[in-house]
C-alpha cells in the first residue's frame, strides 16, 4: 500500500522519466536511473522506508552525476560533428571528471578543472577574432599614433595565440575552428598578411 507522499513522489519520477523518453539519446543515463528509482518507489511502504531500499540513490546524487554526463556526452557529440576539436577534448575532460565523482561535493570542486580547458579553447577563438580587427584597424587608420596602438593590439594577440597554439598563421583562418570566426575571403586575408609582415613582422 502506497502512502500518499509516496504516490505523489512516485508521480512526479514518472512525469520526469516520460519527458526524458521524449529524446531517449540525449537522456541516456538519466533513463535507466529514473527506472530504477521508480521500481523502489512502487514497493510501497512509507517515504522514510523507501528511503532505506534506495541505499547509495538516497540522496539522489546518481541523478545529478547522471544529468552532468548526459549533458557533456551530448555537448562532445556536437563539437565532434562540426568539427571543433579541442571543444570536443574538453567536453570529454569535464565527461571522464563527471563519471568519477561519487558525491555532491566532487561535481561541485571536480568539474571547474574541465571548465578551465574550455575556457582555454574559447579564448583563442576570441584572440583571433580581435586579432582580425585589430589588424583591419591597422590598416585603416592614417594616424601614425593609431598605428603604433593597433600594431600593438596586434602583436599582443598575436603573441596570445602562438602561445596556446603554435602551430596558428593566416592559413589557419580556413581551417576549423578558426573558419568559424573568419569573415574575409583569402585575397583579403593574404594582404592583411602582408601588412602583418610589414609592419610588425614575419609570420614564420
Same mark, same amino acid.
Given at each position: 500500500?502506497?502512502?500518499e ?8 519520477l514518472? *512525469? ?12 541516456s543515463?538519466?533513463?535507466? $536511473? ?7 518507489? !512502487?514497493?510501497?511502504? *512509507? ?14 546524487? %546518481?541523478?545529478? #552525476?547522471s =544529468?552532468?554526463?548526459d ?5 562532445i ?11 570536443s577534448?574538453s ?7 563527471? !563519471?568519477?565523482?561519487? +558525491? ?8 571547474? $578543472? ?5 575556457? +582555454?579553447? *574559447? ?10 580587427n ?7 587608420? %592614417?594616424e ?6 593597433f600594431?600593438?593590439l ?11 597554439d %603554435?602551430?596558428?598563421? &593566416? =592559413? ?5 575552428p ?6 574575409? %575571403?583569402?585575397? !583579403?586575408l &593574404?594582404?592583411?598578411? #602582408? $601588412? ?6 614575419? +609570420?614564420g
Open positions: 500500500m502506497l502512502s507522499e509516496m504516490s505523489y513522489h512516485i508521480r512526479y514518472e *512525469s520526469r522519466l516520460s519527458k526524458l523518453k521524449k529524446s531517449p539519446e540525449l537522456n543515463y538519466q533513463i535507466p $536511473i529514473y527506472e530504477k528509482i521508480i521500481l523502489f518507489a !512502487k514497493e510501497g511502504g *512509507s517515504y522514510e522506508e523507501y528511503l532505506e531500499r534506495l541505499g547509495e540513490f538516497a540522496d539522489f546524487f %546518481p541523478v545529478a #552525476r =544529468e552532468h554526463l549533458r557533456y556526452k551530448s555537448i557529440e556536437l563539437y565532434e560533428s562540426v568539427g571543433l576539436k579541442e571543444f577534448e567536453a570529454n575532460n569535464k565527461y571522464t571528471i563527471a !563519471k568519477s565523482c561519487q +558525491t555532491y561535493s566532487d561535481l561541485a570542486t571536480k568539474l571547474p $578543472i574541465g571548465i578551465k580547458l574550455e575556457n +582555454t579553447a *574559447s579564448e583563442r577563438l576570441n584572440s583571433a577574432c580581435l586579432f582580425l585589430y589588424l583591419v584597424e591597422l590598416q585603416i587608420k %592614417p601614425k599614433k593609431d598605428k603604433l596602438h600594431a600593438a596586434v602583436r599582443e594577440e598575436w603573441e596570445k595565440i602562438k602561445n596556446s %603554435p602551430d596558428f598563421g &593566416f =592559413e589557419s583562418f580556413f581551417q576549423k578558426y573558419v568559424y570566426i573568419n569573415v574575409f %575571403p583569402k585575397d !583579403k &593574404f594582404q592583411l598578411k #602582408r $601588412i602583418f609582415e610589414e609592419i610588425i613582422g614575419s +609570420t
